[in-house]
């Protein structure tokens, strides 16, 4: 059991709310956030990502997963956020979060969403290319508004990880190369822009990775690439963003993963490479999303049915599938589930879990073994908090299903399940043409 799961009598409880009661209250799928879980792993982070060389901060990256009562939880725990979109920005500005400790990226921004960044003042912007600082700054003349930015760069380091989330190998689309034989005159023609605060470097090397070496690796090449700029530039440059990719332990096979020690390690690399260089850095930021609520998060099914195939195959289909979870269909992940409802069950068997999509890929885990369950039961996927809501989709016209927070015996909806209005309301029946 993780976070703050326990079995009473055989029924599943998360933050001390048993499961038969969320499907009752709020029905399945469901999404269920154990915010204890959540702040314990925002605690870790903010206790072991600590440096008396340098300031540290610790932005969210909100993607992973993001609703307005979420950023209630990362503005009561004081850290930072990012978003990668207006709507991201959106909905992080209305719920009220300090604007300056809203950070926007992006590889393709919209002038709309630059002039969002810059009539709220948020805290910086990070820009992915070259042709964004014309932009920006066109946009801070427009509104007569300076604003801090950093300038993403590809180091080129080829992280072990799915194909599809490296984002640091030398054809990736983020960022400026560092290999660029322009590169000092990129950053230049940043620098001396008047609209323009330039704080200093980012880097995002990808995402779920395990390899602490690839870290260090990633903090020695920046502190390089910041040590060789300034000198060429003769300019002092404050600030750096390692950004997030912290591997989480999603299934018993993964690598069993200590948040600390790769906080630890991080900084120990960082510090050394400053020494080894001669330089000061003011400010160092990381960007976790995966590993502040992969763990804290579940989906919760309800189970329809079950079928065996005349090849074999034994179903048991849930209420939910890929379009609350798409990671098995996209990247091949392995989730952990059980019979939430019958803990107790000592009866086994190997089945497949599947949605209700019309696709064969519709599939949550494959030949797994699973206590004997039958309609009704609930089933319970883990760590499914982090891409698993925000890379939800209405495939089949599918509800997103509702999120809950528990916490100490309580639950707390953050969002509501949508409904077949919600589903049409942008809908406009053709009038006039036949
Ligand atoms: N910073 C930047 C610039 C990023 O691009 C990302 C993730 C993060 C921070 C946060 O990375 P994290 O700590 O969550 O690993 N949909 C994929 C993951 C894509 C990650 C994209 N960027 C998945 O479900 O595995």
Same mark, same amino acid.
């Given at each position: 059991y993780l976070g703050t799961m326990t079995n009473v009598d055989g029924v599943l409880e998360i933050g001390g709310v048993s499961v038969k009661e969320l499907q009752e209250k709020y029905g399945t799928p469901l999404y269920i956030y154990d915010l204890e879980f959540m702040e314990k792993n925002i605690k870790d982070l903010k206790e072991s990502f600590v440096s008396e060389k340098f300031k540290t901060t610790i932005v969210y990256a909100s993607k992973a997963y993001l609703s307005k009562g979420m950023t209630q939880i990362i503005e009561k725990n004081g850290l930072d956020i990012d978003a990668v979109s207006g709507g991201e920005l959106y909905t992080i500005l209305t719920s009220n979060?300090?604007? @300056?400790r809203v950070h926007m990226h992006g590889n393709n921004k919209s002038l709309e969403e630059i002039e969002m960044c810059v009539k709220n003042g948020i805290g910086s912007i990070i820009l992915d290319n070259r042709f964004e600082a014309e932009k920006v700054a066109l946009v801070c003349r427009k509104f007569n508004k300076k604003m801090n930015v950093m300038l993403r760069l590809n180091i080129g380091i080829d992280a072990h990880t799915h194909e599809y989330i490296?984002?640091?190998?030398?054809?990736?689309?983020?960022g400026e190369s560092i290999?660029? @034989?322009?590169v000092v005159k990129i950053v230049k023609d940043i620098v001396d822009r008047p609209e323009l605060n330039f704080l200093g470097f980012h880097s995002h090397i990808g995402s779920?990775?395990?390899?602490e070496l690839a870290f260090c690796e990633g903090v020695e090449t920046m502190v390089e690439f910041t040590k060789k700029i300034s000198e060429k530039l003769n300019i002092c440059i404050p600030d750096i963003n390692i950004g997030g990719g912290f591997g989480v332990r999603?299934?018993?096979?993964?690598t069993d993963v200590n948040l600390k020690k790769i906080m630890k390690k991080i900084i120990r690399c960082l510090e050394n490479s400053l020494v080894k260089e001669g330089m000061d850095i003011k400010n160092v930021t990381i960007e976790p999303g995966r590993s502040i609520v992969a763990q804290a998060g579940s989906t919760l099914y309800t189970v329809g049915g079950e079928k065996e195939t005349y090849g074999g195959e034994k179903y048991i289909f849930i209420d939910g599938g890929m379009t609350d979870n798409i990671r098995p269909a996209l990247y091949q992940a392995k989730y952990e589930s059980i019979v939430a409802n019958k803990l107790n069950e000592t009866e086994k068997e190997i089945v497949t879990i599947a949605g209700?999509?019309?696709?064969?890929?519709?599939?949550?885990?494959?030949n797994v073994r699973l206590g004997k369950c039958r309609e009704n039961d609930l089933i319970l996927v883990s760590?499914?908090?982090?891409?698993g809501h925000s890379m939800s989709s209405n495939y089949n016209k599918a509800l997103k299903p509702a999120v809950v927070f528990v916490k100490d015996g309580k639950s707390y909806l953050v969002s509501k399940r949508e409904s077949y209005d919600d589903l049409t309301k942008n809908d406009i029946l053709l009038e006039n043409i036949f």
């Open positions: 979060f300090p604007t @300056k490296k984002t640091s190998k030398h054809s990736s689309k983020f290999f660029d @034989k322009d779920q990775i395990f390899d999603y299934t018993q096979e993964d209700k999509c019309c696709e064969s890929g519709d599939i949550i885990a494959k760590c499914t908090g982090a891409y």
